[in-house]
Each structure stands twice: as structure tokens, then as C-alpha cells.
């Protein structure tokens, strides 16, 4: 953000206040750069089947013990071994294969 105001100062200021305004610009640029750099250097990204485990979901057909529930907006397959009603919001406890493994808060 701040290259393109250190180019639009360049052309709109005055020739001495261009450059002061330009340098300016440039320097808090860098400084931008630098410190996005170290606030998101070494984070990972999130993703994978793991990320789902410990995740709230709700029921949306019964699981007794089998039925599906709703979690981030997709419907998944689920096994609850206690049961559990359409509305129920359960807690995601493990992953086999395409199925969830959920139990009842």
C-alpha cells in the first residue's frame, strides 16, 4: 500500500517535497514488508482431516449408532455410539475413513 502512495506523492507534491514525501513512503514500505514478514513467518497452515477432531457438529439425521451430521457446512457421515437426535450438537472425537466418530456433549 504504501509503494503505490510513495508513487502517487512522487507525481502529485512539488519538486523538493516529492522526493521527502517519495523517501518517506519508501521507508514505511519497507517497514511493512518487514514486519508482515515476521508476524507470519513460521506459521503453518491448518488443513487435513486433523483439523476436524475436537470440532463442534450437528446432527442432522439420527445416530443410532449410524446417521450424519453437519460440520463446517458439509454433511459427513457419523457413528455415535450413546445416539443422538437431529438438532444435537455433537463433538467430533475421531476420523475412520469417511466417517466421524462423535459423541454428545
Not at 86 to 98: K, N, Y
Request: glycine fraction near 10%.
Amino acid at each position: 500500500m504504501f509503494i503505490l502512495v510513495a508513487f502517487v506523492l512522487l507525481f502529485a507534491l512539488p519538486h523538493p517535497w516529492n522526493v521527502v514525501a517519495f523517501a518517506a513512503a519508501l521507508v514505511c514500505f519497507v517497514g511493512e514488508v518487514l514486519f508482515w514478514n515476521r508476524t507470519v513467518r513460521g506459521r503453518h497452515a491448518a488443513v487435513g482431516a486433523q483439523t476436524m477432531i475436537g470440532e463442534s457438529a450437528t446432527v442432522v439425521s439420527p445416530c443410532r449408532p449410524t446417521g450424519q451430521v453437519r460440520l463446517s457446512g458439509e454433511i459427513w457421515a457419523a457413528r455415535c455410539d450413546g445416539g443422538a437426535d437431529p438438532g444435537d450438537t455433537v463433538e467430533v472425537v475421531e476420523r475412520q475413513g469417511l466417517t466421524l466418530v462423535v459423541e454428545r456433549r
